[in-house]
């Protein structure tokens, strides 16, 4: 207990009062502008009051042209600016960080309500089915890359002057940063592809204008892949160089996952029973990163249990402990922790039943979203909640709200 409850200090001298992250999850509860809604505002309240030592935004969109999910809230800049300070201020008095995590989804951008998809290349998700929800991106020019690198820059320069105290890139579970690393989604010949330090050269690139834009004492995080879990994806060995380098530029946390829409094991987890027994779905590869980098770790994927997760930080496994979906249904999570009224805490799985919409999530993502929308509106978390209200969420978000704004 006393290892989650230490504090941490960053390699910028920023302070977390604690070792518990609420690690960023699929939110869809921005308005139909685009603007961070006052439901999803108060749910940072309340999880800010549960006292975790970080909470990390649901990914925050560096392009209204280019949406992960139709509600996603979008900064590229100023017109949101007062609910954007507002969101800032839901934990005031709390001593709790608050880090927009910023995203472009590249070739992840559903076609109902993108009319134009890009990504390094010409290259089209492989769903099977579900294939038929995403266009085929358009290869990225040179000049366009460029573009993108410099909104990465621009939404956090905006995000820190709203007030957020840190920020991190969004770099793993197939989106644009990871698409650029996966050999497989890059297939360029020029400077942005071909080798692994070709490949890297976007996210390096992104962090850099970051830092150029917000300076040395905000603290610059990245979430990315321990592998694709593909073949002839981004591997392993590829992970822990491209973390290397960017230890070498000077980040100051790096929070570790795995996965994509093609193979989402950030949602089904990595199944093997050796992972199951010990939680944690990245452990083995965290471990190997140690050796590698001097930058902290963040692991999220699995833990369930305190003893687990106070036995992963003794170990000097891991810096931070990143927990997601655990927070839809126990806001509290972190007082109740600390005050040891809970040790172990389980999150289900719903599942539809048809398969090539349970393959990638379909009702588990909106199922935990209409999770969050309830501690948004002051309500309790509701654990036998209807999938078919998730369902429901599904069509009046994705398609519904489209038709009728067009």
């Not at 999910?69 to 609910?83: A, I, Q, T």
């Not at 193979?263 to 093997?272: A, E, H, L, N, Y």
Request: hydrophobic residues 40%.
């Amino acid at each position: 207990m006393k290892n989650i409850a230490s504090s941490f200090t960053l390699p910028n001298g920023s302070v977390l009062k604690n070792r518990i992250a609420k690690s960023a999850m699929s939110e869809n509860f921005g308005t139909q502008n685009n603007n961070p809604s006052s439901g999803l505002i108060n749910a940072y309240k309340v999880w800010a009051k549960g006292n975790p030592g970080l909470l990390i935004t649901g990914n925050i969109m560096i392009d209204s042209k280019a949406l992960g999910e139709p509600l996603n809230v979008v900064v590229e800049d100023y017109k949101n600016f007062e609910l954007l300070k507002k969101w800032a201020r839901s934990v005031k008095g709390t001593s709790v960080h608050l880090w927009p995590q910023i995203n472009h989804p590249g070739r992840q951008a559903f076609a109902t309500f993108n009319d134009l998809v890009v990504g390094p290349s010409s290259v089209p998700l492989s769903l099977g089915t579900s294939s038929k929800l995403f266009k085929i991106p358009k290869k990225l020019s040179d000049k366009e890359i460029r573009i993108i690198i410099k909104r990465y820059g621009n939404t956090a320069r905006i995000m820190k002057e709203a007030g957020f105290t840190g920020c991190q890139i969004h770099g793993a579970h197939g989106y644009l940063v990871s698409q650029f690393l996966s050999p497989k989604s890059n297939i360029r010949k020029d400077k942005w592809g071909g080798s692994l330090s070709n490949r890297a050269r976007f996210v390096l690139e992104v962090y850099r204008e970051i830092r150029r834009q917000v300076g040395s004492n905000f603290p610059i995080s990245i979430k990315i892949n321990s592998a694709d879990f593909q073949r002839g994806g981004f591997s392993e060995e590829e992970s822990l160089q491209v973390i290397r380098f960017l230890d070498n530029e000077g980040i100051d946390l790096i929070e570790i996952s795995g996965g994509n829409y093609e193979s989402p094991v950030m949602i089904r987890g990595d199944r093997k029973k050796s992972t199951i027994s010990r939680e944690a779905y990245f452990l083995d590869y965290i471990k190997k990163a140690r050796d590698f980098i001097k930058a902290p770790l963040m692991l999220t994927g699995g833990f369930r249990s305190v003893s687990v997760m106070d036995k992963a930080l003794e170990d000097n496994s891991l810096d931070v402990i990143g927990l997601a979906r655990p927070f839809c249904l126990y806001p509290n999570l972190a007082n109740q922790i600390f005050n040891g009224s809970i040790e172990r805490f389980e999150t289900p799985s719903p599942k539809l039943g048809i398969n090539f919409l349970d393959k990638i999530g379909g009702v588990e993502l909106p199922w935990y979203e209409l999770q969050i929308q309830r501690i948004g509106k002051g309500k309790s978390p509701k654990i036998k909640l209807s999938v078919i209200l998730a369902v429901w969420f599904i069509l009046k978000t994705f398609f519904l709200n489209y038709f009728f704004k067009k």
